[in-house]
Every structure is written in C-alpha cells, then in structure tokens.
C-alpha cells in the first residue's frame, strides 16, 4: 500500500468513527423514556371519570411501578416496554379487572396516544401525559421574577415529602434585609403543579403572597405570584420562572 493509499484509508476510517459516534448521539438523544410519571383519564362502569396515574421508575435496568386512580385502586403494573416510539404497559389481572389490563401507544415527547382495555378485550382510547411526581420535584429550587417597582428578586425555597405530603422551608435571600421570617400555610402538590401560601412581615407591613408553580422538568419551573399588602389595600400579580439548585 503506497502513502497515498494509506493516508485516504485513514481519512475514511476517521469519518466513519465521527459518523457512528453521531449516529448513536442522534440515538441516544431521540430514544423516548418512558420512566417517570404519567396521569391520563379512564371511564368508569357508571360512566364516570376517574383520574388515573402511572409511575414508572428503572430498577437493574428493567421498568417497574404502579398503577393507580382515583377509586382508591392500585395495582403493580407487570410490564413495561418501549421499542422506538411504541409503548406497552401491562397490569396483571386482579379483583377489579379480571382481565390483563393492556395500555398500548405511540409516544410523542411528553404524551402517549393510543388504546387501552380495562374491563373486556374492546379497546379504549388513551391518551397521557408526562408529570413531575412530588418525589421528583423535591430538593432547592430558585425562583426569578420582577416586582412591579422594576426589582428583580430570586428567592429560594426547599421542596421536601413527609409521610407523602409536601413541606416547604424558604431561603433568606442573599442580601436582602426588607423581609422578615416566613409563615408558610396551605401548601399542597398535585401532579406537578405546587401551591402554597406566605405571609411575611415587609418595611413594618404585613406581605401575603399566593404562589402558583408548575414543574415543567425535574429541572425547570413556571408559575405566578399574587401579591398583597392589606394595610394599603395595594396587590397584584406577576409571572416567575426558576431551575433547581440541587
């Protein structure tokens, strides 16, 4: 083999390395994942609606979790597959559902379309949708928003569980003396969207504010802050975004 030869070898050989090491990035970057949260609505025998949740979590690389709605019922789903962009989920028979119940779908970033049978083998149609589960949500989160007076503040505040109900602590923001110590109420979480509300003392004045977060990502929130200063009769509301600090 002549140098001439021998460099254009080396050349393909090297653009096929960078090829396949883009091929499997492209890969690894589209596969779907189906772990995590899904909720999705079912209609019952007497032709209600029943709110229902999937949780899926990896273990030695195979998915498991649960199934469970709003009658109160639960139930460990048996299978879970996903092949490209098709899913499969399976939840053994039991005294509710005689049958295996089967959730099939195509999945589409954050949502999964398709059918599914709950009490005979006529399918249904299904449709779910991705949500951050409090479990997922918990740890510091920073908060970025604007008040009206053009100040920008980044409160923090820490999202925990206890006995599966949401707690919440604030951080005192860096550098800021104005507000005094929070008395936090009325927190609740429900399927990726938390509420809570605060009362803290501002310049010698009582401040209420009634936060509205959604999780968007295990790493990203949206929402908004109503605020209220009563001894003025002087509110209002604005937009807040934030990311997780750990």
Do not use: H
């Amino acid at each position: 083999m002549n140098l001439l030869t021998n460099r254009f070898a080396t050349i393909c050989f090297a653009a096929l390395v960078v090829m396949a090491g883009v091929a499997e990035a492209q890969t690894k970057k589209t596969t779907p994942q189906l772990k995590g949260s899904w909720k999705f609505d079912r209609e019952s025998l007497d032709g209600k609606k029943v709110k229902c949740v999937i949780c899926l979590k990896e273990v030695d690389g195979k998915l498991v979790g649960e199934y469970s709605d709003s009658e109160k019922f639960k139930q460990k789903i048996s299978s879970a597959v996903v092949k490209g962009d098709e899913v499969e989920i399976k939840i053994a028979p039991s005294d509710k559902w005689t049958a295996k119940t089967v959730f099939k779908g195509k999945m589409d970033g954050d949502k999964i379309t398709g059918t599914a049978n709950y009490y005979s083998s006529d399918p249904d149609k299904w449709k779910a949708t991705r949500f951050i589960s409090l479990d997922e949500a918990a740890g510091t989160w920073r908060m970025v928003f604007t008040t009206p007076d053009g100040t920008e503040r980044k409160p923090e505040f820490v999202l925990s569980a206890k006995d599966g109900k949401p707690q919440i602590k604030m951080n005192p923001a860096e550098g800021d003396d104005e507000t005094g110590e929070a008395e936090i109420k009325n927190v609740k979480y429900k399927q990726g969207l938390l509420v809570f509300d605060m009362t803290l003392d501002f310049q010698q004045q009582e401040l209420s504010l009634e936060y509205e977060i959604e999780f968007m990502t295990t790493d990203t929130i949206e929402g908004s802050m109503y605020f209220e200063l009563k001894a003025i009769g002087q509110g209002g509301e604005v937009d807040l975004e934030g990311e997780r600090v750990k």
